[in-house]
């Protein structure tokens, strides 16, 4: 059966149509856009207005898209929201935009949900094992998810206020990072990794989201986005303290500059980021992590 997903974070917005019959998914279509609508919401607890016209246009792009390809798919869109809607005090005006201008009801998602459909959709992706314990990490750009489960069966999950784009606009107040601030930065967030530390052990580590599969995509030397590719691939913590060193002291172009195809529309954000990996990673006291393409907009789909 053809289904159609759409996932607005706080950094991004993302389409994804697949066709999940015979107990199989296959991705059909994916598309990414970075419209920012958590922008500034982790300090005026508000979504601007300027960041909600920008989300507006892109589902109303997504929407033509459907229309032209996918007609029967566009009245049954799921689309959902995360941690900078559910942050806002302006929530629900936002939603009621959305409605009248795209015509789809946003279903907006507590943390708890966030996990189960994160945990789910990035095992969609990969080859899991019935009998295997997983645990998928998800660095969103206000919150970030942790789900523990065996197989595809979820067994637990929080969620944290702690993403990209919150700590960036948090403790990232230069153009340029230096090294004392990074360091102040994982000092916070181990903190929090150490307040949480709940969950069995051992297990196998998953990464979702756009820090794990951008830093993933530059340290693997793609030179195109491809699924296939980023889906399994072993995302070490050298690899990703290797991003860290070169970020740090570099302004958000200069970032960008390094790897334009995979890191545009996320210098300012991908240093912090690419810190809570690192940190969950020595939480873990994993050497490496399991890059998944997966995420909500997949987990989404296997519950409608």
Not at 45 to 64: F, M
Not at 130 to 135: G, P
Request: proline fraction near 2%; charge should be negative; charged fraction near 25%.
């Amino acid at each position: 059966m053809k289904a159609a997903s759409i996932d607005i974070g706080t950094n991004s917005v993302l389409l994804l149509v697949a066709d999940s019959s015979n107990s199989d998914f296959k991705v059909l279509h994916e598309t990414q856009e970075l419209p920012r609508l958590g922008e500034g919401v982790d300090k005026d607890k508000r979504l601007g207005d300027e960041s909600c016209k920008r989300v507006i246009n892109v589902l109303k792009s997504y929407k033509t898209y459907l229309c032209r390809h996918y007609p029967d798919l566009v009245e049954q869109t799921v689309v959902t929201a995360t941690s900078a809607v559910r942050d806002a005090s302006n929530r629900n005006a936002f939603l009621a935009s959305v409605l009248a201008e795209t015509g789809w009801k946003i279903r907006l998602l507590s943390g708890g949900e966030e996990a189960q459909t994160t945990y789910k959709g990035a095992l969609t992706v990969l080859n899991t094992l019935a009998h295997e314990k997983y645990l998928v990490l998800d660095i969103g750009g206000g919150s970030t998810e942790i789900a523990y489960g065996i197989g595809v069966s979820l067994i637990s999950g929080i969620s944290i206020e702690m993403g990209s784009v919150r700590y960036s606009e948090r403790y990232f107040l230069k153009p340029k990072v230096d090294p004392d601030t990074v360091n102040k930065v994982r000092e916070v967030v181990r903190e929090i990794f150490d307040a949480n530390d709940s969950f069995m052990k051992p297990f196998k580590v998953v990464g979702v989201a756009g820090t794990v599969t951008s830093i993933a995509a530059v340290s693997s030397g793609l030179r195109k986005y491809e699924a296939n590719t980023l889906n399994g691939y072993s995302l070490t913590k050298s690899e990703v303290d290797n991003c860290i060193e070169q970020f740090i002291d570099k302004s958000a172009i200069e970032i960008e500059a390094l790897n334009p195809l995979f890191l545009k529309g996320r210098g300012d954000v991908i240093l912090a980021g690419a810190i809570i990996l690192s940190e969950f990673l020595l939480w873990c006291n994993s050497d490496s992590i399991i890059v998944s393409t997966g995420g909500i907009r997949h987990g989404i789909l296997s519950y409608f």
